[in-house]
């Protein structure tokens, strides 16, 4: 199996942005242990605490990372940004899934 590069996009601000970065992570975790490359925009969280931007860099970087991935997999919940990087990736002609299970059955 060639490895996939994942984006992974879901709810970051809206609710609690911890367990919204640790649902991220855990997504990246069990993708990365099928050997998947994922690519998890939350992680410039740390970042951002140490070099804060504005929310529109993050997301013009975070398009840049979409553009190179093989597909975007939505995590549940609400986020205008992911929904944006929804409709990128399916502008960009990538396949999109809504959940890993959604991904695992394709």
């Known amino acids: ?10 709810p970051y601000t809206k ?5 919204n970065v640790r649902k991220a992570i855990e997504t990246a975790e069990f993708l990365r242990g099928m050997g ?3 690519f998890l925009p939350h992680l410039t969280h740390f970042w951002h605490l140490v ?5 529109d860099y993050w997301y013009k970087y975070d398009l840049e990372w ?3 991935c093989d597909c ?10 992911a ?3 929804v409709e990128y990736a399916k502008e960009l002609g990538k396949p999109v899934y809504f959940g890993i299970d959604d ?3 394709r």
């Open 15 to 19: 609710g609690d942005v911890v367990l």
């Open 66 to 68: 979409l553009k190179r």
């Open 103 to 105: 991904w695992l059955e």
């Open 51 to 55: 070099y804060p931007h504005g929310v």
């Open 72 to 81: 975007l997999i939505r995590l549940p919940g609400e986020s205008t940004g």
């Open 83 to 85: 929904d944006k990087e």
């Open 36 to 38: 998947h490359i994922p």
């Open 1 to 10: 199996m060639t490895p996939q590069y994942i984006y992974i996009a879901g």
